[in-house]
Protein backbone atom coordinates (compact mmCIF):
# COMPACT_ATOMS: atom_id res chain seq x y z
CA UNK A 1 0.00 0.00 0.00
CA UNK A 2 3.02 2.35 0.85
CA UNK A 3 4.89 1.16 -1.89
CA UNK A 4 2.18 2.11 -4.18
CA UNK A 5 1.56 5.34 -3.19
CA UNK A 6 5.44 5.68 -3.28
CA UNK A 7 5.26 4.91 -6.94
CA UNK A 8 2.38 7.11 -7.37
CA UNK A 9 3.93 9.98 -5.89
CA UNK A 10 7.22 9.24 -8.19
CA UNK A 11 5.16 9.13 -11.44
CA UNK A 12 3.16 12.29 -10.30
CA UNK A 13 6.53 14.22 -9.60
CA UNK A 14 8.21 13.11 -13.11
CA UNK A 15 5.42 14.15 -14.74
CA UNK A 16 4.99 17.58 -13.32
CA UNK A 17 9.19 17.52 -14.04
CA UNK A 18 8.42 16.53 -17.58
CA UNK A 19 5.56 19.23 -17.95
CA UNK A 20 7.17 22.17 -16.57
CA UNK A 21 10.45 21.71 -18.77
CA UNK A 22 8.19 21.44 -22.07
CA UNK A 23 5.87 24.08 -21.10
CA UNK A 24 8.59 26.66 -19.55
CA UNK A 25 10.43 28.92 -21.74
CA UNK A 26 11.18 31.91 -19.75
CA UNK A 27 15.23 31.62 -19.34
CA UNK A 28 14.88 32.85 -15.77
CA UNK A 29 12.28 30.43 -14.33
CA UNK A 30 14.08 27.63 -16.19
CA UNK A 31 17.24 28.82 -14.06
CA UNK A 32 15.09 29.13 -11.14
CA UNK A 33 14.26 25.58 -11.09
CA UNK A 34 17.50 24.27 -12.31
CA UNK A 35 18.61 25.60 -8.74
CA UNK A 36 16.02 24.34 -7.06
CA UNK A 37 17.38 20.98 -8.87
CA UNK A 38 20.67 21.31 -7.28
CA UNK A 39 19.65 22.57 -4.01
CA UNK A 40 17.56 19.37 -3.97
CA UNK A 41 20.67 17.16 -4.35
CA UNK A 42 22.24 19.15 -1.83
CA UNK A 43 19.62 18.40 0.89
CA UNK A 44 19.20 15.31 0.08
CA UNK A 45 22.74 14.30 0.63
CA UNK A 46 22.58 15.90 3.83
CA UNK A 47 19.08 14.25 4.51
CA UNK A 48 20.93 10.80 4.43
CA UNK A 49 23.39 11.69 7.09
CA UNK A 50 21.44 14.18 9.36
CA UNK A 51 17.81 13.20 9.09
CA UNK A 52 18.34 9.28 8.99
CA UNK A 53 21.80 8.54 10.24
CA UNK A 54 21.30 11.67 12.54
CA UNK A 55 25.37 12.43 12.26
CA UNK A 56 25.11 16.63 11.94
CA UNK A 57 27.65 18.03 9.63
CA UNK A 58 27.99 21.95 9.13
CA UNK A 59 30.35 21.87 6.73
CA UNK A 60 28.57 19.76 3.67
CA UNK A 61 29.41 23.24 1.31
CA UNK A 62 32.76 21.84 1.52
CA UNK A 63 32.01 18.53 -0.78
CA UNK A 64 29.95 20.93 -3.19
CA UNK A 65 32.90 23.00 -3.36
CA UNK A 66 35.94 20.32 -4.31
CA UNK A 67 32.96 19.14 -6.71
CA UNK A 68 33.13 22.32 -8.24
CA UNK A 69 36.66 23.13 -7.98
CA UNK A 70 37.69 19.69 -8.88
CA UNK A 71 35.86 19.66 -12.49
CA UNK A 72 36.71 23.26 -12.86
CA UNK A 73 40.59 22.48 -12.64
CA UNK A 74 40.46 19.32 -14.51
CA UNK A 75 38.18 20.71 -17.70
CA UNK A 76 39.84 24.24 -17.99
CA UNK A 77 43.50 24.24 -16.90
CA UNK A 78 43.95 20.97 -18.17
CA UNK A 79 41.22 20.33 -20.79
CA UNK A 80 39.85 17.28 -19.49
CA UNK A 81 36.53 16.28 -20.79
CA UNK A 82 33.69 17.18 -18.87
CA UNK A 83 32.66 13.50 -19.00
CA UNK A 84 35.58 12.08 -17.42
CA UNK A 85 35.96 15.07 -14.90
CA UNK A 86 32.94 13.85 -13.14
CA UNK A 87 34.11 10.49 -12.21
CA UNK A 88 37.46 12.56 -10.95
CA UNK A 89 35.07 15.27 -9.00
CA UNK A 90 33.41 12.97 -7.29
CA UNK A 91 35.84 10.41 -6.25
CA UNK A 92 38.12 13.00 -4.68
CA UNK A 93 34.82 14.82 -2.69
CA UNK A 94 34.62 10.90 -1.40
CA UNK A 95 38.42 10.32 -0.79
CA UNK A 96 38.36 13.44 1.62
CA UNK A 97 35.22 12.43 3.33
CA UNK A 98 36.43 9.11 3.97
CA UNK A 99 40.15 10.64 5.53
CA UNK A 100 37.97 13.48 7.55
CA UNK A 101 35.23 11.05 8.55
CA UNK A 102 37.58 8.50 10.26
CA UNK A 103 38.55 10.94 12.61
CA UNK A 104 35.32 13.07 12.96
CA UNK A 105 32.92 10.52 13.46
CA UNK A 106 34.18 9.26 16.68
CA UNK A 107 32.86 12.86 17.77
CA UNK A 108 28.98 13.49 18.14
CA UNK A 109 26.55 15.52 18.56
CA UNK A 110 27.50 19.09 19.13
CA UNK A 111 31.44 17.97 18.91
CA UNK A 112 30.95 16.63 15.58
CA UNK A 113 28.89 19.49 14.63
CA UNK A 114 32.48 21.78 15.57
CA UNK A 115 34.37 19.28 14.11
CA UNK A 116 32.56 19.43 10.39
CA UNK A 117 32.17 23.27 11.03
CA UNK A 118 36.23 23.41 11.24
CA UNK A 119 36.67 21.44 8.40
CA UNK A 120 34.19 23.74 6.26
CA UNK A 121 36.38 26.29 6.74
CA UNK A 122 39.57 25.25 6.35
CA UNK A 123 38.37 23.81 2.77
CA UNK A 124 36.96 27.36 2.21
CA UNK A 125 40.29 28.85 3.37
CA UNK A 126 41.93 26.55 0.82
CA UNK A 127 39.32 27.53 -1.83
CA UNK A 128 40.40 31.51 -1.60
CA UNK A 129 44.28 31.55 -0.53
CA UNK A 130 45.59 29.06 -3.06
CA UNK A 131 45.34 30.84 -5.82
CA UNK A 132 47.74 29.37 -8.47
CA UNK A 133 44.95 26.19 -8.40
CA UNK A 134 41.97 28.15 -7.78
CA UNK A 135 41.99 31.43 -8.86
CA UNK A 136 41.25 32.95 -5.17
CA UNK A 137 38.79 35.18 -4.32
CA UNK A 138 38.14 36.81 -7.47
CA UNK A 139 37.06 33.02 -8.23
CA UNK A 140 37.84 30.91 -11.30
CA UNK A 141 36.80 31.76 -14.85
CA UNK A 142 36.11 30.58 -18.07
CA UNK A 143 34.84 26.79 -17.43
CA UNK A 144 33.24 24.87 -20.61
CA UNK A 145 29.81 23.43 -20.62
CA UNK A 146 29.22 19.79 -20.38
CA UNK A 147 28.93 17.30 -23.49
CA UNK A 148 28.09 14.32 -23.81
CA UNK A 149 28.85 12.80 -27.28
CA UNK A 150 27.27 15.33 -29.31
CA UNK A 151 25.08 16.95 -27.32
CA UNK A 152 26.31 20.39 -25.75
CA UNK A 153 24.29 21.60 -22.08
CA UNK A 154 24.25 25.12 -22.59
CA UNK A 155 20.56 25.84 -23.03
CA UNK A 156 18.31 26.53 -20.05
CA UNK A 157 16.35 23.39 -21.41
CA UNK A 158 18.16 21.23 -21.80
CA UNK A 159 20.44 21.45 -18.33
CA UNK A 160 16.73 21.38 -16.83
CA UNK A 161 16.42 18.28 -17.86
CA UNK A 162 19.89 17.25 -16.94
CA UNK A 163 19.59 18.01 -13.50
CA UNK A 164 16.45 17.13 -13.20
CA UNK A 165 16.79 13.63 -14.49
CA UNK A 166 19.63 13.18 -11.52
CA UNK A 167 17.10 14.51 -9.07
CA UNK A 168 14.87 11.59 -9.80
CA UNK A 169 17.83 9.16 -10.36
CA UNK A 170 18.90 10.10 -6.52
CA UNK A 171 15.45 10.24 -5.24
CA UNK A 172 14.98 6.61 -6.13
CA UNK A 173 18.66 5.31 -4.79
CA UNK A 174 18.06 7.20 -1.44
CA UNK A 175 14.46 5.66 -1.31
CA UNK A 176 16.10 2.20 -1.69
CA UNK A 177 18.84 2.62 0.65
CA UNK A 178 16.46 3.61 3.26
CA UNK A 179 13.90 0.90 2.51
CA UNK A 180 16.71 -1.41 2.85
CA UNK A 181 18.58 -3.07 5.79
CA UNK A 182 21.45 -0.73 5.74
CA UNK A 183 18.61 1.62 6.10
CA UNK A 184 17.17 0.76 8.64
CA UNK A 185 20.75 0.79 10.58
CA UNK A 186 21.03 3.83 9.95
CA UNK A 187 17.93 4.90 11.57
CA UNK A 188 19.04 2.78 14.53
CA UNK A 189 21.89 4.96 14.99
CA UNK A 190 20.05 7.98 15.08
CA UNK A 191 17.68 6.64 17.67
CA UNK A 192 20.93 5.22 19.97
CA UNK A 193 24.10 4.51 18.89
CA UNK A 194 24.40 1.92 22.05
CA UNK A 195 21.47 -0.30 21.02
CA UNK A 196 21.92 -0.15 17.31
CA UNK A 197 25.61 -1.59 18.56
CA UNK A 198 23.76 -4.57 20.87
CA UNK A 199 21.89 -5.38 18.11
CA UNK A 200 24.83 -6.16 15.91
CA UNK A 201 25.18 -2.82 13.94
CA UNK A 202 28.67 -1.66 13.05
CA UNK A 203 27.83 1.37 13.71
CA UNK A 204 31.32 3.17 12.81
CA UNK A 205 31.71 1.60 9.45
CA UNK A 206 28.21 2.63 8.59
CA UNK A 207 28.36 5.90 9.60
CA UNK A 208 31.77 6.68 7.57
CA UNK A 209 29.44 5.10 4.45
CA UNK A 210 26.88 7.19 4.71
CA UNK A 211 28.87 9.99 5.28
CA UNK A 212 30.93 9.40 2.11
CA UNK A 213 28.08 8.63 0.02
CA UNK A 214 26.49 12.35 1.21
CA UNK A 215 30.18 13.55 0.03
CA UNK A 216 29.76 12.58 -3.28
CA UNK A 217 26.28 13.03 -3.96
CA UNK A 218 27.08 16.81 -2.64
CA UNK A 219 29.92 16.33 -5.40
CA UNK A 220 27.79 15.95 -7.88
CA UNK A 221 25.51 18.71 -7.22
CA UNK A 222 29.28 20.91 -7.24
CA UNK A 223 30.11 19.28 -10.74
CA UNK A 224 26.62 20.59 -12.54
CA UNK A 225 26.84 23.90 -10.61
CA UNK A 226 30.15 24.66 -11.81
CA UNK A 227 28.99 23.08 -15.87
CA UNK A 228 25.91 25.56 -15.22
CA UNK A 229 27.38 28.66 -14.46
CA UNK A 230 30.75 28.72 -15.60
CA UNK A 231 31.81 30.81 -12.90
CA UNK A 232 32.67 29.82 -9.52
CA UNK A 233 33.89 31.56 -6.54
CA UNK A 234 34.99 30.62 -2.86
CA UNK A 235 32.09 32.45 -1.54
CA UNK A 236 29.24 30.10 -2.75
CA UNK A 237 30.97 27.36 -0.78
CA UNK A 238 31.70 29.09 2.64
CA UNK A 239 29.91 28.50 5.83
CA UNK A 240 27.27 30.12 5.04
CA UNK A 241 26.26 27.82 2.47
CA UNK A 242 26.76 24.88 4.98
CA UNK A 243 24.15 26.35 7.27
CA UNK A 244 21.31 26.94 4.23
CA UNK A 245 21.42 23.12 3.29
CA UNK A 246 21.14 22.65 6.84
CA UNK A 247 18.67 24.63 6.81
CA UNK A 248 16.57 23.61 3.96
CA UNK A 249 16.80 19.63 5.60
CA UNK A 250 15.47 21.47 8.85
CA UNK A 251 12.56 23.18 7.37
CA UNK A 252 11.29 20.55 4.62
CA UNK A 253 11.60 17.79 7.30
CA UNK A 254 14.38 15.55 8.15
CA UNK A 255 14.25 12.23 7.24
CA UNK A 256 12.22 12.74 4.04
CA UNK A 257 12.85 12.03 1.08
CA UNK A 258 10.40 14.28 -0.18
CA UNK A 259 11.40 16.98 2.93
CA UNK A 260 14.71 17.49 0.53
CA UNK A 261 12.65 18.63 -2.36
CA UNK A 262 10.20 20.79 -0.23
CA UNK A 263 12.94 22.75 1.52
CA UNK A 264 14.90 23.33 -1.23
CA UNK A 265 12.05 24.53 -3.33
CA UNK A 266 11.10 26.66 -0.45
CA UNK A 267 14.79 28.20 0.50
CA UNK A 268 15.06 28.59 -3.19
CA UNK A 269 12.36 30.55 -4.38
CA UNK A 270 11.56 32.77 -1.09
CA UNK A 271 14.67 35.14 -1.80
CA UNK A 272 13.18 35.29 -5.22
CA UNK A 273 9.69 36.63 -3.85
CA UNK A 274 11.04 38.52 -1.17
CA UNK A 275 12.34 40.94 -3.29
CA UNK A 276 9.75 43.49 -3.32
CA UNK A 277 10.11 44.17 0.42
CA UNK A 278 13.45 45.41 -0.89
CA UNK A 279 15.77 46.39 2.28
CA UNK A 280 13.30 44.54 4.71
CA UNK A 281 13.86 41.15 2.62
CA UNK A 282 16.20 39.84 4.98
CA UNK A 283 13.99 40.19 7.97
CA UNK A 284 10.77 38.86 6.19
CA UNK A 285 12.87 35.67 5.21
CA UNK A 286 13.99 35.13 8.86
CA UNK A 287 10.47 35.58 10.03
CA UNK A 288 8.97 33.22 7.81
CA UNK A 289 11.77 30.42 8.83
CA UNK A 290 10.65 31.30 12.43
CA UNK A 291 7.22 30.51 11.63
CA UNK A 292 7.31 27.62 9.81
CA UNK A 293 9.75 26.56 12.98
CA UNK A 294 7.59 27.21 15.74
CA UNK A 295 3.89 26.42 13.92
CA UNK A 296 5.34 23.03 12.32
CA UNK A 297 8.24 21.71 14.16
CA UNK A 298 8.88 18.80 12.37
CA UNK A 299 9.40 20.36 8.81
CA UNK A 300 7.16 20.85 6.16
CA UNK A 301 6.67 17.59 5.07
CA UNK A 302 5.38 16.03 8.27
CA UNK A 303 3.74 19.60 9.32
CA UNK A 304 1.56 19.32 6.50
CA UNK A 305 0.70 15.64 6.80
CA UNK A 306 -0.66 16.54 10.34
CA UNK A 307 -1.94 19.36 9.77
CA UNK A 308 -4.10 17.17 6.83
CA UNK A 309 -4.56 14.42 9.15
CA UNK A 310 -6.07 16.87 11.91
CA UNK A 311 -8.27 18.25 9.29
CA UNK A 312 -9.16 14.68 8.11
CA UNK A 313 -10.36 13.67 12.06
CA UNK A 314 -12.34 16.65 12.64
CA UNK A 315 -14.70 16.57 9.51
CA UNK A 316 -15.01 12.94 10.01
CA UNK A 317 -16.67 13.62 13.44
CA UNK B 1 -5.48 -33.57 21.61
CA UNK B 2 -3.23 -33.68 19.08
CA UNK B 3 -0.42 -31.56 20.53
CA UNK B 4 0.30 -34.02 23.21
CA UNK B 5 2.98 -35.06 20.75
CA UNK B 6 5.36 -32.35 21.48
CA UNK B 7 5.71 -33.39 25.47
CA UNK B 8 8.17 -36.01 25.07
CA UNK B 9 9.60 -36.25 28.37
CA UNK B 10 8.87 -37.15 31.56
CA UNK B 11 9.38 -33.49 32.93
CA UNK B 12 6.74 -32.24 30.30
CA UNK B 13 4.18 -34.90 30.63
CA UNK B 14 3.38 -34.43 34.21
CA UNK B 15 3.85 -30.03 33.33
CA UNK B 16 0.89 -31.30 30.99
CA UNK B 17 -0.95 -33.36 33.66
CA UNK B 18 -0.83 -30.27 36.13
CA UNK B 19 -2.07 -28.17 33.67
CA UNK B 20 -4.95 -30.15 32.56
CA UNK B 21 -5.87 -29.95 36.44
CA UNK B 22 -5.82 -26.66 36.29
CA UNK B 23 -7.75 -26.21 33.33
CA UNK B 24 -10.68 -28.66 35.04
CA UNK B 25 -10.15 -25.97 37.89
CA UNK B 26 -11.11 -23.20 35.53
CA UNK B 27 -13.58 -25.99 32.95
CA UNK B 28 -11.87 -23.72 30.08
CA UNK B 29 -9.23 -26.42 28.90
CA UNK B 30 -9.25 -24.93 25.70
CA UNK B 31 -7.72 -21.97 26.41
CA UNK B 32 -5.34 -23.06 29.04
CA UNK B 33 -4.10 -25.57 26.80
CA UNK B 34 -3.97 -23.26 23.89
CA UNK B 35 -1.53 -20.96 25.67
CA UNK B 36 0.78 -23.78 27.45
CA UNK B 37 0.72 -25.38 23.61
CA UNK B 38 2.36 -22.12 22.03
CA UNK B 39 4.98 -21.31 24.58
CA UNK B 40 5.85 -25.07 24.69
CA UNK B 41 5.65 -25.29 21.13
CA UNK B 42 7.52 -22.41 20.18
CA UNK B 43 9.82 -22.28 22.82
CA UNK B 44 11.10 -25.70 22.00
CA UNK B 45 11.00 -24.99 18.45
CA UNK B 46 12.79 -21.81 18.38
CA UNK B 47 15.70 -22.56 20.78
CA UNK B 48 16.09 -26.21 18.98
CA UNK B 49 16.49 -24.27 15.52
CA UNK B 50 19.65 -22.25 17.47
CA UNK B 51 21.17 -24.77 19.32
CA UNK B 52 22.26 -28.49 18.81
CA UNK B 53 20.62 -30.93 21.50
CA UNK B 54 24.34 -31.52 22.54
CA UNK B 55 24.30 -28.72 24.33
CA UNK B 56 21.64 -29.41 27.38
CA UNK B 57 24.70 -31.49 28.60
CA UNK B 58 26.06 -29.42 31.62
CA UNK B 59 28.85 -27.45 30.13
CA UNK B 60 30.39 -23.83 30.16
CA UNK B 61 28.78 -21.81 27.62
CA UNK B 62 30.53 -18.46 29.40
CA UNK B 63 33.72 -18.62 31.47
CA UNK B 64 34.76 -15.45 33.49
CA UNK B 65 38.09 -15.24 35.17
CA UNK B 66 39.86 -12.88 37.09
CA UNK B 67 37.89 -9.73 35.28
CA UNK B 68 38.62 -5.90 36.16
CA UNK B 69 36.42 -3.36 34.30
CA UNK B 70 37.30 0.42 34.06
CA UNK B 71 35.97 3.19 33.31
CA UNK B 72 38.60 5.83 33.01
CA UNK B 73 41.24 4.79 36.49
CA UNK B 74 38.28 3.82 37.89
CA UNK B 75 37.73 0.15 38.41
CA UNK B 76 34.01 -0.98 38.91
CA UNK B 77 34.84 -4.36 38.81
CA UNK B 78 37.23 -5.60 40.85
CA UNK B 79 38.30 -9.25 39.70
CA UNK B 80 35.19 -11.02 39.41
CA UNK B 81 35.43 -14.74 38.17
CA UNK B 82 32.44 -16.86 37.22
CA UNK B 83 31.09 -19.47 34.96
CA UNK B 84 27.48 -20.19 33.39
CA UNK B 85 25.95 -23.72 31.92
CA UNK B 86 24.58 -24.03 28.93
CA UNK B 87 21.08 -24.74 29.39
CA UNK B 88 20.55 -22.64 32.26
CA UNK B 89 19.31 -19.31 33.62
CA UNK B 90 22.07 -18.00 35.79
CA UNK B 91 21.05 -14.71 37.37
CA UNK B 92 23.38 -11.94 38.92
CA UNK B 93 21.85 -9.89 41.81
CA UNK B 94 23.15 -6.75 43.83
CA UNK B 95 22.19 -3.33 44.71
CA UNK B 96 23.16 0.06 42.44
CA UNK B 97 26.80 0.21 41.50
CA UNK B 98 27.33 -3.32 42.17
CA UNK B 99 29.15 -4.08 38.36
CA UNK B 100 26.07 -5.89 36.94
CA UNK B 101 25.49 -3.87 34.17
CA UNK B 102 29.21 -3.08 33.42
CA UNK B 103 29.32 -7.10 33.31
CA UNK B 104 27.42 -7.81 30.76
CA UNK B 105 28.72 -4.55 28.55
CA UNK B 106 32.08 -6.38 29.08
CA UNK B 107 30.41 -9.92 27.50
CA UNK B 108 28.98 -8.02 24.70
CA UNK B 109 31.72 -6.12 23.71
CA UNK B 110 30.00 -2.64 24.21
CA UNK B 111 32.96 -1.95 26.96
CA UNK B 112 36.42 -2.64 25.36
CA UNK B 113 38.18 -1.80 28.79
CA UNK B 114 38.90 -5.12 30.77
CA UNK B 115 41.43 -7.42 31.30
CA UNK B 116 41.07 -10.91 33.02
CA UNK B 117 39.73 -13.66 30.15
CA UNK B 118 36.52 -13.95 28.87
CA UNK B 119 35.40 -16.93 26.87
CA UNK B 120 32.65 -18.24 25.03
CA UNK B 121 32.16 -21.85 24.67
CA UNK B 122 36.63 -22.03 24.99
CA UNK B 123 36.86 -19.46 23.13
CA UNK B 124 38.21 -16.26 24.19
CA UNK B 125 36.16 -12.95 23.17
CA UNK B 126 38.99 -10.64 23.47
CA UNK B 127 39.07 -7.56 21.06
CA UNK B 128 35.97 -8.58 19.41
CA UNK B 129 33.44 -5.83 18.54
CA UNK B 130 29.32 -5.94 19.47
CA UNK B 131 28.96 -6.66 15.90
CA UNK B 132 31.69 -9.80 15.64
CA UNK B 133 29.85 -11.02 19.53
CA UNK B 134 26.47 -10.76 18.08
CA UNK B 135 27.66 -13.01 15.25
CA UNK B 136 28.82 -15.57 17.46
CA UNK B 137 25.83 -15.84 19.56
CA UNK B 138 25.61 -13.09 22.21
CA UNK B 139 22.21 -11.31 22.11
CA UNK B 140 21.86 -8.29 25.01
CA UNK B 141 18.43 -7.15 26.12
CA UNK B 142 19.93 -3.61 27.78
CA UNK B 143 18.73 -1.66 30.57
CA UNK B 144 16.21 0.44 29.73
CA UNK B 145 14.95 -1.96 26.54
CA UNK B 146 16.74 0.77 24.24
CA UNK B 147 13.99 -0.48 21.60
CA UNK B 148 13.99 2.11 18.16
CA UNK B 149 10.53 4.31 19.12
CA UNK B 150 9.90 5.88 15.93
CA UNK B 151 11.00 2.78 14.16
CA UNK B 152 7.90 0.44 13.58
CA UNK B 153 7.61 -3.42 15.39
CA UNK B 154 8.71 -4.89 12.55
CA UNK B 155 11.70 -2.77 11.36
CA UNK B 156 12.55 -3.78 15.18
CA UNK B 157 12.49 -6.94 14.79
CA UNK B 158 14.60 -6.86 11.46
CA UNK B 159 17.15 -5.04 12.71
CA UNK B 160 17.36 -8.01 15.11
CA UNK B 161 18.06 -10.10 12.45
CA UNK B 162 20.56 -7.07 10.99
CA UNK B 163 23.96 -9.51 11.31
CA UNK B 164 22.06 -12.39 9.48
CA UNK B 165 21.09 -11.05 6.54
CA UNK B 166 24.38 -11.58 4.57
CA UNK B 167 24.50 -15.32 4.98
CA UNK B 168 21.37 -16.50 4.83
CA UNK B 169 18.29 -15.77 2.95
CA UNK B 170 15.28 -13.49 4.01
CA UNK B 171 12.82 -16.77 4.24
CA UNK B 172 14.50 -17.64 7.50
CA UNK B 173 14.05 -14.07 9.26
CA UNK B 174 10.62 -14.17 7.94
CA UNK B 175 9.68 -17.20 9.86
CA UNK B 176 11.70 -16.13 12.78
CA UNK B 177 9.53 -13.01 12.65
CA UNK B 178 6.01 -15.43 12.73
CA UNK B 179 8.00 -17.18 15.48
CA UNK B 180 8.13 -14.12 17.78
CA UNK B 181 4.86 -12.93 17.24
CA UNK B 182 3.86 -16.14 18.39
CA UNK B 183 5.97 -15.82 21.27
CA UNK B 184 4.39 -12.42 22.17
CA UNK B 185 0.83 -12.86 20.04
CA UNK B 186 0.75 -8.37 21.16
CA UNK B 187 3.82 -7.81 18.74
CA UNK B 188 1.51 -8.97 15.85
CA UNK B 189 -1.34 -6.60 17.09
CA UNK B 190 1.21 -3.72 17.15
CA UNK B 191 3.17 -4.86 14.03
CA UNK B 192 3.10 -1.48 12.17
CA UNK B 193 3.01 0.66 14.83
CA UNK B 194 5.52 2.98 15.83
CA UNK B 195 7.85 0.76 18.92
CA UNK B 196 7.61 4.64 20.93
CA UNK B 197 3.96 3.88 21.14
CA UNK B 198 3.89 0.38 22.71
CA UNK B 199 3.30 -0.11 26.80
CA UNK B 200 6.30 -0.61 28.97
CA UNK B 201 6.02 -4.13 28.68
CA UNK B 202 5.04 -4.54 25.54
CA UNK B 203 8.39 -2.59 24.67
CA UNK B 204 10.32 -5.38 26.96
CA UNK B 205 8.89 -8.19 24.80
CA UNK B 206 10.12 -6.32 21.76
CA UNK B 207 13.43 -5.91 23.06
CA UNK B 208 13.25 -9.67 23.99
CA UNK B 209 12.48 -10.55 20.80
CA UNK B 210 14.51 -8.32 18.80
CA UNK B 211 17.51 -10.10 21.05
CA UNK B 212 16.16 -13.79 19.68
CA UNK B 213 15.74 -12.65 16.10
CA UNK B 214 19.70 -12.61 15.85
CA UNK B 215 19.23 -16.64 16.87
CA UNK B 216 21.67 -16.07 20.08
CA UNK B 217 23.24 -19.49 21.92
CA UNK B 218 23.46 -16.83 24.78
CA UNK B 219 21.00 -14.39 25.61
CA UNK B 220 22.12 -11.83 28.26
CA UNK B 221 19.40 -9.78 30.11
CA UNK B 222 19.66 -6.38 31.81
CA UNK B 223 17.00 -5.79 34.23
CA UNK B 224 14.15 -6.74 32.34
CA UNK B 225 12.08 -6.02 35.55
CA UNK B 226 12.66 -2.71 35.52
CA UNK B 227 9.65 -0.54 36.09
CA UNK B 228 6.76 -3.31 35.13
CA UNK B 229 4.14 -4.33 36.73
CA UNK B 230 4.44 -7.72 39.01
CA UNK B 231 2.17 -9.47 36.65
CA UNK B 232 4.48 -8.66 33.11
CA UNK B 233 7.47 -9.33 34.93
CA UNK B 234 6.14 -13.03 35.94
CA UNK B 235 4.76 -13.00 32.48
CA UNK B 236 7.98 -12.41 31.35
CA UNK B 237 9.92 -14.69 33.52
CA UNK B 238 7.58 -17.27 32.36
CA UNK B 239 8.78 -16.78 28.63
CA UNK B 240 12.21 -17.08 30.09
CA UNK B 241 12.02 -20.37 31.36
CA UNK B 242 10.08 -21.34 28.51
CA UNK B 243 13.43 -20.50 26.05
CA UNK B 244 15.43 -22.17 28.59
CA UNK B 245 13.49 -25.29 28.52
CA UNK B 246 14.85 -25.20 24.80
CA UNK B 247 18.19 -25.09 25.81
CA UNK B 248 18.89 -21.51 25.42
CA UNK B 249 21.46 -19.85 28.34
CA UNK B 250 20.25 -17.04 29.73
CA UNK B 251 22.24 -14.54 32.08
CA UNK B 252 19.56 -12.41 33.96
CA UNK B 253 20.94 -9.67 36.17
CA UNK B 254 18.47 -8.15 38.17
CA UNK B 255 17.72 -6.06 41.17
CA UNK B 256 14.70 -7.60 41.53
CA UNK B 257 16.21 -10.70 43.42
CA UNK B 258 12.92 -12.78 44.70
CA UNK B 259 12.08 -13.05 40.69
CA UNK B 260 15.07 -13.53 39.22
CA UNK B 261 16.22 -16.13 41.79
CA UNK B 262 12.43 -17.92 41.24
CA UNK B 263 13.42 -18.69 37.71
CA UNK B 264 17.13 -19.21 37.89
CA UNK B 265 19.00 -22.35 38.14
CA UNK B 266 22.22 -20.84 39.73
CA UNK B 267 22.59 -17.03 41.18
CA UNK B 268 25.62 -15.20 41.93
CA UNK B 269 25.53 -12.00 44.56
CA UNK B 270 27.48 -8.81 43.34
CA UNK B 271 28.90 -6.37 45.85
CA UNK B 272 30.75 -3.10 44.52
CA UNK B 273 32.50 -5.23 42.08
CA UNK B 274 32.52 -8.37 43.58
CA UNK B 275 31.30 -11.73 44.24
CA UNK B 276 30.42 -12.28 47.52
CA UNK B 277 27.92 -15.09 47.51
CA UNK B 278 27.00 -17.88 44.34
CA UNK B 279 25.37 -20.82 44.55
CA UNK B 280 22.26 -23.09 43.30
CA UNK B 281 19.38 -20.06 42.75
CA UNK B 282 17.01 -22.39 45.45
CA UNK B 283 19.86 -21.98 48.26
CA UNK B 284 20.29 -18.75 47.76
CA UNK B 285 16.57 -18.05 48.02
CA UNK B 286 16.79 -19.57 51.24
CA UNK B 287 20.16 -18.07 52.57
CA UNK B 288 19.37 -15.38 55.62
CA UNK B 289 22.26 -13.26 54.10
CA UNK B 290 20.64 -12.88 50.74
CA UNK B 291 16.86 -12.67 52.58
CA UNK B 292 17.82 -10.01 54.52
CA UNK B 293 20.12 -7.60 52.01
CA UNK B 294 17.29 -8.64 48.82
CA UNK B 295 14.39 -10.09 49.64
CA UNK B 296 12.78 -8.06 52.42
CA UNK B 297 12.06 -10.67 54.48
CA UNK B 298 12.88 -10.97 58.21
CA UNK B 299 13.08 -7.27 57.81
CA UNK B 300 12.29 -7.63 61.67
CA UNK B 301 15.15 -10.23 62.34
CA UNK B 302 17.49 -7.51 60.41
CA UNK B 303 16.50 -5.42 63.09
CA UNK B 304 16.59 -7.26 66.35
CA UNK B 305 19.42 -8.67 65.59
CA UNK B 306 21.30 -5.27 64.96
Known amino acids: ?317 | MTEIGIFKTDADQSLFHSVIQISNLFRNSDFVLRIYGILKHQGLELANRWQNPKSSKKHAMLRIRNLKCFYGRIMAIKGISLSVNAGEITCLIGANGSGKSTLLSAVCGLLPDWTGEIELKGQSIKGLDPPALVRRGISLVPEGRLIFPPLSVMDNLKLGAYTRYKKKAAGAVEEDLESMMSLFPILRERFRQPAGTLSGGEQQMLAIARALMARPRLLLLDEPSMGLAPMIVEKIMEVLEVLRSGGLTIVLVEQNALAALEAADRGYVLETGAVVLQGAADELLADKDVKRAYLGKDYGDFYDAG
Open chain 1, 1 to 317: MNDKANKIAYAVFALAVILLGWQVDNEYYLQLMIFIGLNTLLALSLNMLMGYAGQISLGHAAFYGIGAYVTAILTTTYQVAPLLALPAAVGTAMLVAWFVGIPTLRLSGYYLGMGTLGFGMIVHIVFREWSSLTGGASGFVGIPPLEIGPVVFASGKNYFFLVWSVVMLCLIMCRRIIDSRVGRALRSIHDGEKAAAAVGVDTKKLKLQVFVLSAGMAALAGFLYAHLVYFISPGTFSFVASIRIVTMVVIGGMASIWGALLGASLLTLLPEWLHAFSEFEMVVYGLILMSVMIFLPRGLTRGVLDVYERYRKSHER
